[in-house]
């Protein structure tokens, strides 16, 4: 397995009055492992800006998946998308970043704020250089990747944030690197740092964006494995091999559930502990088995768990006030959310007997249903994720 993982996220604001965003980003992986992500602002605002967006980003990343060079992107754009019969432009402005296998960056960049990148934790001058295509200018830049670069594209929405308002000539990309580059940390996500930025943004249009606003960030850093189990075997029989399956597995371990922790406990032959303090009255409190990382209540605690991949997986919604949190759903949020990038879910089918009571009416579908959508927000978020049944 790759040892890079390229985590990214965006975060758009809409311009005050819009339902649709004029800007769109599309990120694609292509077969042989080279990632590609593209920022596209579509001309103007609404409906017709997120149209030419969304093809722009399309056709863009599937060429660059394909290795085409940027001057058959360029003309390919120009001559699908209509003509602007005002300003006769044809296409929206757009931002690519391509990382290759071998670590090798291609970043590409039309008429778009430019990408700021952080390198060991200080801004990186990259490499540019001029090209004519089709009448517009181009700038192109290759170098090597390093473990910890981070990304930032901007729509130019994050340049105009505060004109007029607060500021009297916008948010200048210096500015807004000197903030990136103060509030960066080694450990900062790429949804961490796309709502900083986006926060600081959406503050200064004052909560109305007189622009579509978009920060896109891919940060390179290292994978990392979390296995978490949920249920034990329809089979008991099952459980020994199960556990085997389970702890045999690198990173880092959750167990959810009190049956599933009873088996984990007489597997490891270790002892339960639970803690009393209820850090959340909604949620259930966690227990300790040594040999795991973290020990849970199922259901109750996972369905909380849904609750805030549903709103982290969203490209509008920057808060986070479960970091930081010590309940259960807190807890397994934050190690799948923002420490994991591979994730394997081990699903026991068992009916669980203290779910049969007809005043606790929890059926095993509703468990299956909250993996099903945990599993859907996990890769919406861009993790690599396994589901195993038992």
Same mark, same amino acid.
């Given at each position: 397995m790759d040892r890079l993982f390229m985590e990214n996220s965006y975060i758009s604001?809409?311009? +005050?009055?819009?339902?649709?965003?004029?800007?769109?980003?599309? %990120? @694609? %992986?292509?077969p042989n492992g080279d990632f590609t992500m593209v920022l596209a602002d579509g001309l103007g605002s609404g409906v017709k800006a997120n149209i030419l967006s969304t093809l722009t980003s399309k056709i863009i990343a599937t060429m660059m998946e394909s290795d085409m060079p940027i001057e058959e992107c360029v003309t390919t754009i120009a001559q699908t998308l209509?003509?602007?019969? +005002?300003?006769?432009?044809?296409y929206a402005t757009f931002t690519i970043v391509?990382?290759?296998?071998?670590?090798?960056?291609?970043? =590409?960049?039309?008429?778009?704020?430019?990408?700021? @990148?952080?390198?060991?934790?200080?801004s990186y001058d990259y490499p540019k250089e001029e090209k004519l295509i089709a009448g517009k200018k181009i700038f192109e830049s290759r170098f090597k990747l390093q473990l910890g670069d981070m990304f930032i594209l901007m729509s130019d929405g994050v340049i105009n944030a505060g004109v007029g308002q607060v500021l009297n000539f916008g948010w200048q990309r210096e500015n807004v690197l000197n903030y990136a580059v103060e509030r960066y940390h080694p450990e900062i996500t790429a949804k961490a740092m796309a709502g900083v930025v986006s926060d600081a943004c959406k503050d200064l249009y004052m909560g109305k964006p007189g622009d579509d606003t978009t920060v896109a960030v891919l940060r390179i850093r290292e994978r990392e494995l979390v296995n978490l189990m949920i249920g034990p075997p329809v089979n008991k029989g099952d459980d020994e091999k199960v556990m085997e399956l389970f702890f045999s597995k690198e990173g880092k371990k959750i167990v959810c559930g009190g049956t599933t922790s009873t088996i984990v406990s007489k597997y490891l032959g270790k002892e339960i502990? %639970?803690? =009393?303090?209820?850090?959340?009255?909604?949620i259930p409190p966690i227990g300790y088995i040594e040999g795991v990382d973290l020990v849970t209540e199922g259901v109750l605690t996972m369905g909380r768990v849904v609750e805030i991949a549903r709103q982290y997986a969203s490209n509008s919604d920057s808060s986070c006030e479960w970091i930081g949190k010590k309940d259960g759903a807190s807890l397994i949020a934050q190690l799948l959310f923002e420490e994991a990038t591979?994730?394997?879910?081990?699903v026991g089918r068992a009916m669980n007997p203290a779910h049969q009571n007809p005043n606790m009416p929890i059926d095993l579908s509703i468990k299956l249903r909250? =993996?099903?959508?945990?599993?859907?927000?996990l890769e919406k978020m861009g993790k690599h994720v396994k589901v195993s049944y038992f």
């Open positions: 604001l809409n311009k +005050v009055g819009e339902e649709l965003c004029g800007d769109r980003v599309e %990120t @694609m %992986t292509s209509p003509v602007c019969s +005002v300003r006769g432009v044809a391509k990382v290759y296998r071998n670590k090798d960056v291609y970043l =590409i960049q039309y008429d778009n704020p430019d990408v700021i @990148m952080i390198r060991d934790g200080k502990k %639970t803690k =009393i303090d209820y850090f959340d009255p909604d591979d994730v394997n879910l081990f909250l =993996i099903d959508d945990l599993a859907e927000y």
